[in-house]
Every structure is written in structure tokens, then in C-alpha cells.
């Protein structure tokens, strides 16, 4: 009977295993499959926009050939989006997160509320385009300007950081906010000195994920209306400009080849962007990470 038993375990031990095994094998195949890909696809970016890319490119504006075409307008424009975008989705974002964590009552309404924030991040971006054309462009009269883009770019993340700073803000201990309170502080100095710091790497790690799609989304751009050539760069929020996405999309779209080349120098900038963004939030995420 003893037997019997050790047997039966070897048994499903072997099965168990064998079940595990194929599964680290269909993750890997997929892990492995995701990451040839992103490499292909880098390999025929800088490949073909290499040779494209020079000072020149960069501080020549667009033009209908390929040897003058630049990204000077784009690349100042993206940075005068993001000059908005940022503050505004950040401190909207995180404020109410704080409103509904740490203020909000527990009932049906605030869970309503909660449930359709968590539900507008995953609204097709064109949808927020459409929505920033009514209400910024034609309601509030800002035309097609780096306020109304920007605006518009905000609503379409702030979902997403929304729902990562109150997942930031409900992982820090009850134990800390006791302690400070214990201490003699009050609600607002408890959130100030000891919930947001301990949620700052958190809240900054939804906020790349949303800043990255807003540096990166072209419907919205496109639904607004923002012109893919300029000649000039803008002087305030409310100027015309363009973007790296819609220069892009424009020049991708041309049929002579020599513009596919420019598209993909044009990507390289958008990349190289992107990654200092990045590289400044995960540097202010592990410092906040060290401290507490």
C-alpha cells in the first residue's frame, strides 16, 4: 500500500513538472518572439534613418525634398506638448487620486466613479481627439494651438495615471499614516510628508507609461486638425505647431522612398526623446525608492 502511495505521488510530481516545463517553454517562445521583433524593427530603423540623420536634419524645417527635409518645428513642438501635457495630467492626476483615496466616502457613487475612470483608459485615443475638438478648439475658441493639443493629450492619459497613483497611494501601510497621526499631524500634512513621498515611485511609473503614449499618439493630433509642415516655430501655448508624430505619419505616407528613409531618422529622434523623458523619471523614482 505504501508503495502504492509513493508511487502515485511520483507520479504527479512528474506530471506537475512536466506541465510547468511546458509552460516556461511557451513564455519563453513568446518572450523570445516579442524581443526579435522589437529588434528587427530597430535594426531596420536605424538602418534606414541613419544616414539621415545630421545636424542639418535637426535644425532644417520640413520640405518637399528629401536631402533638405528636417524636424526642427516637430521636435520643438513635441517638447512645447509635453511642457503642458506633463503639469497638467500630473497635478490633475494625482489630485484626484488623493481625493478619492484619502477623502472620498466609501460608497456607491465614489464607486462608480472610480470603476469609469478605470474604464476611460481603454477609450480609443481618437475618441479623446474628437473630444478635445469640440470643447478646446470650437467651444473655447484655442484653435490649433499647443493649449488645445495639450489639453486634449491630457485628458486622453490622465486615466491612466489616475489609476496608477491610487494604486501607489492605497499600497502605502495604514501603519504610517497611524504613526503620523500619533504624532500630533493632521490629515493634509499626513498626506503630504509621508503618503506621497512613499508613492512617488509609483505615481512616476504610470506617469512615464502615459507620457510615453502621449509623446507617441497621432489621432488625436490628426482629429484636431494640426498641420504636418510649418515654417516656423511657435512663441507661446497658444501658437500653431506640429509634432514628431504628424511630421512622421506625413512623411511615411509619401510614396517616394527617399521619404521612408526621412520617417525613420524622424522615428530615431522621436526614440531618443522618449528615452531621456524616461531616463529622468526613473532617475527621480529611484532616488525617492532609496528613501523610503
Known amino acids: ?25 511557451i513564455f519563453f517562445i513568446a518572450t523570445s518572439f516579442a524581443l526579435i521583433t522589437l529588434a528587427i524593427l530597430l535594426y531596420r530603423v536605424v538602418t534606414q534613418g541613419a544616414g539621415y540623420l545630421n545636424w542639418e536634419f535637426l535644425t532644417n524645417f520640413a ?12 521636435l520643438i513642438g513635441s517638447l512645447w506638448l509635453m511642457a503642458v501635457v506633463a503639469p497638467v495630467s500630473i497635478i490633475l492626476g494625482v489630485g484626484t487620486a488623493i481625493y478619492l483615496e484619502e477623502y472620498a466616502k466609501k460608497n456607491k457613487i465614489n464607486d462608480f466613479i472610480r470603476m469609469n475612470i478605470s474604464n476611460l483608459a481603454g477609450v480609443p485615443s481618437i475618441v479623446f481627439g474628437l473630444l478635445g475638438l469640440t470643447i478646446f478648439v470650437r467651444t473655447f475658441g484655442f484653435g490649433k494651438s499647443i493649449l488645445a493639443a495639450g489639453l486634449t493629450m491630457s485628458l486622453l492619459i490622465l486615466p491612466v495615471i489616475i489609476v496608477a497613483a491610487q494604486e501607489a497611494i492605497r499600497a502605502v501601510p495604514n501603519d504610517q499614516r497611524e504613526a503620523s497621526y500619533g504624532m500630533g499631524a493632521t490629515k493634509w500634512q499626513t498626506i503630504i510628508r509621508v503618503v506621497l513621498p512613499a508613492a512617488i515611485p ?27 509642415i510649418l515654417q516656423f516655430l511657435p512663441t507661446s501655448v497658444f501658437s500653431e505647431f506640429t509634432a514628431l508624430p504628424m511630421q512622421i505619419y506625413d512623411w511615411a505616407k509619401r510614396p517616394q522612398e527617399e521619404f521612408q528613409y526621412v520617417a525613420a531618422a524622424g522615428i530615431i529622434v522621436l526614440m531618443t526623446v522618449l528615452i531621456i523623458m524616461n531616463s529622468i523619471a526613473v532617475f527621480i523614482r529611484n532616488k525617492f525608492q532609496k528613501r523610503y
Open 63 to 74: 520640405s518637399r525634398f528629401p536631402a533638405k527635409a528636417g524636424i526642427k518645428a516637430a
Open 1 to 25: 500500500m505504501r508503495y502504492m502511495d509513493e508511487a502515485l505521488v511520483t507520479k504527479r510530481m512528474s506530471k506537475r513538472l512536466a506541465y510547468n516545463k511546458l509552460w516556461r517553454t
Open 202 to 228: 509609483g505615481i512616476l511609473t504610470g506617469s512615464i507609461l502615459a507620457l510615453s503614449r502621449a509623446i507617441g499618439e497621432t489621432a488625436p493630433l490628426v482629429v484636431i486638425g494640426i498641420p504636418v
